[in-house]
């Protein structure tokens, strides 16, 4: 499977990971490489086989409607790069 | 029911096909996956948790009043119940999106296909409703605090909504206006969302694309937030007009997603959705299937209330018109008052009649709500019983209605307090009138000359004497004979 | 006395319990091993006043009479993956540097209540990508063992869970908490000759653990030995409503129930889990415990596992695919690194605090995920991935018919000198060989001392268990532990 430098750059962007255009060419065959072995799965007939859904055998607990968190700020702001007035901050955005 | 609503180009006619993706805040205590309360207009980040800020190993648990609503809503249409459904994660970057993915119903929604009817006059016309799924709202950025900066509340973060996505089915913004009317009438009825689109509990993505009619579905633009039945209108009616310029002048419409500006009532492109359409959606590995079990869905179905249709056949089958029937039912809370009222045996119509115009007028005039209405439903009912019973004319209950209004006291108190008890009594009628005929001489011989218009001379007098609480069909019956002797 | 840095969970708990030294004094001992430990690189931060603190608060119990909690007096190592309250939690990366948790993660929490006190936190791959513990932002984690061949090439002590491994092995702490996604307790433990054993998905809470692959992450002790290992992990489990896939059933009791007796116990051999060119010491180990588990009077059966091989491959498109989403979080807005260039917009920053936050290994698995789950390749990969992973658990749920408990090696070779394969990331992968399946199935496994290969170093055998099974995993490992006699353990050159 061969991946060129401009998917990695498409699929760098996607994540949101800055990349170098030296990066994306070391990148690309080693990526590659991963996406090649990895496509032997395509080898193993699933037609008639269902997704895993849950690991272990398991239901989806539901909890009550009771409020039992928030009013806690401080915690919530405490380790932000940059907070203001109550707020999370970022540069300013345009939408 | 086929709309004739037409764009009219230079080309000739072209026809608006619309989809509408209501998102509806669910009423509930508590966040979707967190415990952080839901009030509106809290202190910034006040409501929320280290869930919700998607702080570094939180782990999301569902709020089963959440899901009940959910269910609750797709049996008030008539919608599928899916039993085994599940959460997927959209992925997006965004700065009112903490986990950086929504957790949503991509593959398996909770809710499948159900129906909305609408009315124009008579008509009715059904809309699809492709689905229905739960999913979390996002944070609030604010723009216009820092010259450099955006704020950033997450206090919305991770509240509950549900995406309600209809067919392409409307062709005017008059459908889509009823439809989301309808729709939130609904919703209102259920209890599953207040409603309250000032505030954002409903807003509506607006799908719109342009066909000449009979050709295939056009391109669609999605407009997205958009938080009034008006601006819904307006948005559809500036967007379809927009496309039809556009391609009128050669042009191709863009599938984009676009921005409603309520001060001007266009659209623009939004910027910041540009690359946002790889949203790489796959289970959320954080939550198991969501399993349903028939005693969770019967209860839901059991829960649920009359819903406005059917209240609306109900009244029209009571004698009352369609006309009030419909004003009646609009909004759940004139509905659950008029039910107050019939429930202590007012006689429908009159009731409906009484309701439909004192009560609302008067309502109107004072500019609050039935919700904060100084009468309540069983003083109503006292009011209307001294009308059926001959104890008060149609003047003398507005009367006493106006005084209960002011006080909030019970008409049957103002009536004894005011002395506004209409009067049957013979004696003191025809003393009243052997005073008026004796000081009206003038007229009364006019009158034995043979102009019998003047009838309604002496009632007007005889009534203004008795300061309008006699019975007025006594007057005439007494009248009558006293002019003739 | 002997030195307390030689006691394991078991001998402190009963140590402190019976009055033959303080908590403080077992506190004390073990924070001047971690003081004096730092050629090794295990720690991130040591965390000593806890250590202490939570010895004081034992030893006060025991003044007063209390009857003790079952980890008293016992501290431990804490892999830095585990949210601490107000103690720097990095996940081993340049992005969480400085970030102190407001919350204590429900493990950690759990091991606290138990009386345990933390010596410090605990160096590993970057947000537990890796197998050799090459990743970390704050650098390798040298492995106590050396090769015998009188040379001194830094040893990798396996991964993720490699600060973990290393302070077990070179009796730095008597035990310490791993966690296990594709193999990241048994391998590093079968590296350092130590035990460790991730049980069935969902008896430990993820509830404030950083996430790598939600369907895989598993928290689980690693140990001196056996017993020490049923100790920890039952105080480590345990239902958490935080946690939407935490089992809602009891913990057994699995220190009291250990039993070395396989007698009436059939133990599984998977054919395919004999793969090209494994070394003849694994699979002369690998007979031997067949040997033992004979000796120990189980019925050996062989079994057939038919898609194991897909096993690696299919993780390496799961555990990539959901770390790109669980990792989105970290963006520079609410919590750790932010990188904002002039004049950058705020998807410049993302992109920027993203860039340098991240390593490599990090940096490459977000991209391989956000690849298998773009628009038109989910199908291909990811529900491929997800259907191939129900295969691999049918093929178990088969073999429990025949049999138990499976054995089988825990990683292909014994360990590999640091930058020995860290330039080649698909060679690196290929380790978690023989762990990955069970992790796949949420499987509980274990990893337990063999024996030493030719140069001296330790490896492991791995068991397989039904799914809440721990208990016949841990009676397996006994027997095996019993038998093998592993005493060696790593020369102090630090």
């Not at chain 3, 001992?29 to 991130?44: D, E, G, S, T």
């Not at chain 3, 009857?67 to 601490?84: E, N, Q, R, S, W």
Request: with cysteine.
């Amino acid at each position: 499977m061969s991946v060129d430098t401009a998917t990695v750059k498409r699929v760098a962007k996607l994540a949101r990971i800055a990349i170098r255009d030296e990066e994306a060419s070391r990148l690309a065959p080693e990526l590659g490489n991963i996406l090649g072995w990895i496509e032997q799965l395509g080898e193993v007939d699933t037609s008639s086989v269902q997704p895993m859904t849950a690991v272990i055998p398991n239901r989806l607990r539901l909890r009550d409607d009771v409020v039992t968190d928030g009013n806690i700020r401080a915690q919530v702001l405490a380790n932000a790069p940059q907070a203001e007035h109550g707020f999370f901050t970022v540069p300013k955005v345009i939408e | 029911m086929e709309s004739t609503y037409r764009i009219k180009g230079a080309t000739g006619d072209w026809e608006v096909v619309i989809g509408l993706e209501v998102h509806a805040q669910v009423t509930s205590n508590a966040k979707l996956f967190s415990g952080a309360a839901t009030a509106f207009g809290a202190e910034p980040n006040s409501q929320v948790s280290l869930v919700d800020a998607a702080m570094p190993g939180m782990l999301p648990v569902p709020n089963r009043e959440c899901i009940r609503q959910a269910v609750r809503t797709g049996l008030a249409i008539d919608a599928q119940i899916n039993k085994w459904s599940r959460f997927d994660r959209k992925n997006y970057f965004y700065a009112d999106l903490p986990q950086g993915y929504q957790i949503s119903q991509l593959y398996h929604p909770l809710v499948g296909e159900g129906a909305i009817e609408i009315e124009d006059g008579d008509a009715v016309k059904t809309i699809g409703v492709e689905r229905i799924h739960v999913e979390q709202d996002a944070g609030k950025l604010m723009h216009d605090q820092h010259p450099t900066r955006s704020y950033v509340d997450l206090n919305r973060s991770g509240v509950a909504l549900m995406e309600i996505v209809s067919r392409p089915d409307m062709r005017s913004p008059a459908e889509a206006g009823a439809y989301l009317t309808k729709l939130r009438s609904i919703l209102r009825y259920v209890g599953s969302c207040d409603g309250n689109m000032d505030q954002g509990s409903m807003r509506a993505d607006v799908n719109v694309s342009v066909r000449k009619p009979g050709d295939e579905l056009g391109t669609r633009t999605e407009t997205k937030n958009v938080n009034s039945v008006r601006f819904v209108m307006a948005a559809i009616d500036h967007e379809a007009k927009r496309q039809v310029a556009v391609l009128e002048d050669g042009g191709a419409i863009q599938q984009e997603t676009r921005l409603f500006n309520p001060d001007t009532g266009t659209t623009r492109s939004m910027r910041s959705k540009e690359d946002a359409h790889d949203y790489r959606y796959f289970p959320d590995p954080d939550l198991l299937p969501l399993e349903l079990d028939d005693a969770f869905i019967e209860e839901c179905r059991a829960s649920l209330p009359e819903l406005p249709d059917a209240k609306r056949k109900r009244y029209e089958a009571l004698g009352i018109s369609a006309y009030a029937a419909n004003v009646l039912t609009a909004e759940v809370e004139s509905a659950r008052w008029f039910d107050a009222l019939l429930d202590t045996g007012a006689a429908p119509v009159a009731a409906a009649n009484w309701v439909t115009s004192e009560l609302f007028g008067a309502l109107n005039r004072l500019g609050t709500s039935i919700v904060d209405s100084p009468v309540e439903p069983g003083q109503a009912a006292e009011l209307l019983a001294l009308v059926a019973d001959g104890t008060l004319s149609g003047s003398l209950a507005k009367q006493v209605f106006e005084a209960m209004l002011e006080t909030g006291d019970a008409p049957g108190k103002i009536v004894e307090e005011r002395g506004l008890k209409q009067t049957s009594d013979t004696g003191a009628i025809e003393a009243v009138i052997a005073d008026v005929l004796t000081k009206n001489p003038k007229q009364l011989e006019q009158y034995r000359g043979g102009k019998e218009t003047l009838f309604g001379f002496f009632v007007g007098q005889t009534m203004k004497a008795m300061a309008g609480k006699a019975n007025p069909q006594v007057v005439n019956d007494l009248l009558k004979k006293a002019l003739a002797s | 006395m002997s030195d307390l840095t030689d006691l394991g969970i078991r001998q402190i708990r009963d140590g402190v319990a019976g009055g033959d030294f303080s908590a403080r004094e077992v506190a004390e001992a073990f924070n001047a091993a971690v003081a004096a430990a730092k050629p090794l690189n295990a720690f991130i931060v040591e965390t000593p006043d806890h250590a202490l603190a939570a010895a004081d608060k034992v030893d006060q119990a025991r003044a007063a009479g209390e009857t003790l909690p079952p980890m008293a007096g016992v501290p431990i190592g804490m892999k830095d993956l585990f949210c601490t309250h107000g103690v720097q939690t990095t996940a081993a990366s340049h992005i969480l540097e400085g970030f102190k948790p407001e919350y204590e993660s429900t493990v950690s929490q759990n091991l606290w209540n138990a009386g345990a006190g933390m010596l410090g936190k605990l160096n590993l791959d970057q947000f537990a990508m890796g197998s050799s513990n090459e990743t970390s932002y704050f650098g390798n984690v040298i492995s106590p063992w050396r090769r015998n061949d009188g040379g001194n090439a830094p040893l990798a002590p396996g991964g993720s869970s490699g600060g973990s491994a290393a302070v077990v092995a070179g009796r730095i702490a008597p035990g310490a908490t791993g966690t296990d996604t594709g193999g990241s307790i048994r391998q590093p433990a079968a590296f350092v000759g130590i035990s460790g054993i991730k049980p069935t998905y969902g008896r430990c809470s993820r509830w404030g653990t950083i996430a790598f692959a939600s369907s895989l992450d598993q928290a689980g002790p690693m140990a001196r030995d056996v017993r020490d290992c049923a100790i920890m992990l039952e105080a480590m489990s345990g239902f958490d409503p935080k946690d939407a896939t935490s089992l809602d059933l009891p913990v057994p009791k699995w220190e009291e129930g250990l039993n070395a007796s396989m007698a009436g116990k059939r133990v599984g051999i998977p054919r395919e889990y004999r793969v090209d060119n494994m070394p003849e010491e694994i699979e002369a180990l690998w007979q031997q415990g067949i040997a033992w588990m004979r000796d120990a009077g189980a019925e050996i059966v062989e079994v057939s596992l038919p898609h194991t091989r897909y096993a690696l491959p299919a993780y390496y498109i799961i555990a990539p695919a959901e770390a790109s989403s669980n990792l989105a979080r970290y963006d520079g807005v609410r919590f750790g690194q932010r990188d904002l260039p002039e004049g950058a917009n705020l998807q410049d920053m993302y992109a920027a605090t993203r860039e340098a936050g991240f390593g490599d290994e990090v940096k490459r698995r977000i991209l391989i995920g956000t690849y298998v789950l773009s628009a038109g390749f989910y199908d291909a990969y990811f529900t491929q991935a997800s259907k191939v992973r129900t295969l691999i658990a049918q093929d178990f749920e088969r073999a429990w018919k025949r049999c138990d408990v499976l054995l089988t090696p825990t990683a292909p070779s014994a360990a590999f000198a640091l930058g020995e394969k860290s330039a080649d990331p698909l060679a690196m992968y290929l380790n978690d060989v023989f762990t990955v399946p069970s992790s796949l199935a949420g499987l509980p496994a274990m990893s337990v001392p063999g024996g030493l290969d030719k140069a001296g170093l330790p490896l492991g055998l791995q068991v397989i268990g039904r799914a809440l099974d721990e208990q016949g995993v841990l009676d397996a490992a006994l027997a095996i532990e019993e038998r093998a006699g592993f005493v060696a353990r790593p020369e102090r050159w630090w």
